[in-house]
């Protein structure tokens, strides 16, 4: 079993940053892929991005230039940095991590970008 737990969500204006943290608790194994997801209300759960255990870094189209997803693999940790945020990057944000053939979600935390 995993476990993840993210922080880091709240309400920011457009053009400003948040630092999203999931930290991941359990039976963790090498190799695991982490990243981030996030569902708007009405909409499906989409990408936002994810990291391998290499180091290989994968980004939606709609992140790109504008988040930073990193990893601290001492402390099973990965967070995702935004900036120029957007009133569409509303959702709840999810982490995600793929251990073999296991897939485990965090809880989410919210993020609502609003004047």
């Known amino acids: 079993q995993v476990q993840l737990v993210e922080s880091g969500g709240g309400l920011v204006q457009p053009g400003g940053s948040l630092r999203l943290s999931c930290v991941a608790s359990?039976?963790?194994?090498?190799?695991?892929?982490m990243g981030w997801y996030r569902q708007a209300p009405g909409k499906q759960r989409e990408l936002v991005a994810t990291c391998t255990w290499a180091g290989r870094t994968n980004y939606a189209d709609s992140a790109k230039g504008r988040f930073t997803i990193s990893r601290v693999y001492a402390k099973n940790t990965v967070y995702l940095q935004m900036n120029s945020l957007k009133p569409e990057d509303t959702a709840v944000y999810y982490c995600?991590?793929?251990?073999?053939?296991?897939?485990?979600w965090g809880q989410g935390t919210q993020v609502t970008v609003s004047s």
């Open positions: 359990g039976s963790i194994s090498s190799g695991n892929t």
């Open positions: 995600n991590a793929i251990i073999g053939g296991y897939t485990a």
